[in-house]
């Protein structure tokens, strides 16, 4: 499967934007699904996750509150609504996704996670 980040850009601290990422592939309402960033001279963290029922979420404690993470089967995409964004959210987000799995998990290691998109840059200014 091949996945394709978009939505990221330059906001000020306390604003909104949603990331999303489009998905080739025929199941990819099977995938489990996260989030993960990289801020710069710092190693890719999780940021949240999806099980591929979409009943279950996870996410890291520094956004949760913030951020929300859903996705859209029909449309093969995976989204992550980031409200009150602070500077210390700026980072390149990836999406990735994980086959097979169980329906209900959400996975939170980068090595849980069999493909990725290519990331893109969200930077918070004060």
Known sequence: VQLRAS???LVQAGDSLRLS???SGRTFSRYSLGWFRQAPGKEREFVAAISWSGSST?????VKGRFAISRDNAKNTVYLQMNSLKPEDT???????KAGGTYYRTYLGPGDYD???QG???????
Do not use: Q
Not at 91 to 97: E, I, P, Q, S, T
Not at 121 to 126: I, P, Q, R
């Open 7 to 9: 939505g990221g850009g």
């Open 21 to 23: 990422c489009a998905a």
């Open 115 to 117: 493909y990725w998109g």
């Open 91 to 97: 980072a390149v987000y990836f999406c990735a996704a």
């Open 58 to 62: 996870y996410y890291t404690d520094s």
């Open 120 to 126: 893109t840059l969200v930077t918070v200014s004060s």
